[in-house]
C-alpha cells in the first residue's frame, strides 16, 4: 500500500556504498549484500560491483558501475504496526493509527511468514509486524510479539 509522503533518494559515488546500504540497482530497489572493487585498469577508472537483493521480489541483483559514477541511496523507513488480521491470500491488515481505527494492507510474500504469523495468533499472542518503507511501498520485514502491549479486560 502506498504511503503518501515520499523522500527524494540521495545520490553518492559508487566508491561510497557499503554493505547493508539500500540503494537502485538496475532500477530496482535492493539491499547491498556484497560489493567487490577492482584496481584502475589500461583506461585509468577502477570499478565496483555491487550485488543486492530486491526487496520487493527477494532476487539477487548485481551491477557494476565505475566508482566515480553515481548510485542512487534509498530514503528509507522503517516502523512497526499492529497486527489486526491476516487475509487468507496472505494480506496483513495492520492498525495505523489507535485513536481512528484506519488500517493498511501490505502482503506477505513468505509462507513460512505467514504460518508463524498463523500461529501467533491462534496461541493469543499479540502481534507487530516490521515494516520497510521505500518509494512510496511498504514491505513487510518480519513479525514479533509485543510483549508490551496492554491487554484490556
Given at each position: 500500500m502506498a504511503t503518501t509522503n515520499i523522500t527524494p533518494?540521495?545520490?553518492i559515488h559508487a566508491s561510497d556504498v557499503h554493505v547493508g546500504m539500500y540503494v537502485i540497482l538496475k532500477q530496482k530497489p535492493c539491499k547491498v549484500i556484497e560489493l567487490t572493487r577492482s584496481k584502475a585498469g589500461k583506461h585509468g577508472t577502477s570499478k565496483i560491483y555491487i550485488l543486492g537483493i530486491d526487496i520487493i521480489t527477494r532476487s539477487n541483483v548485481e551491477e557494476i558501475f565505475n566508482t566515480e559514477h553515481n548510485v542512487e541511496v534509498l530514503s528509507i523507513q522503517f516502523y512497526d504496526l499492529t497486527l489486526v488480521?491476516?487475509?487468507?491470500?496472505?494480506?496483513?491488515?495492520?492498525?495505523?493509527d489507535d485513536l481512528s481505527d484506519s488500517t493498511k494492507?501490505?502482503?506477505?510474500?513468505?509462507?513460512?511468514?505467514r504460518v508463524k504469523i498463523r500461529k501467533m495468533i491462534d496461541e493469543g499472542k499479540?502481534?507487530?509486524v516490521h515494516i520497510l518503507s521505500t518509494m512510496g511501498i511498504d514491505i513487510y520485514e518480519s513479525c514479533f510479539e509485543d510483549?508490551?502491549?496492554s491487554v484490556a479486560d
Open positions: 533518494n540521495l545520490l488480521e491476516i487475509t487468507m491470500d496472505g494480506y496483513v491488515v495492520l492498525l495505523v494492507e501490505v502482503m506477505v510474500f513468505d509462507d513460512n511468514e499479540q502481534v507487530k510483549l508490551f502491549s
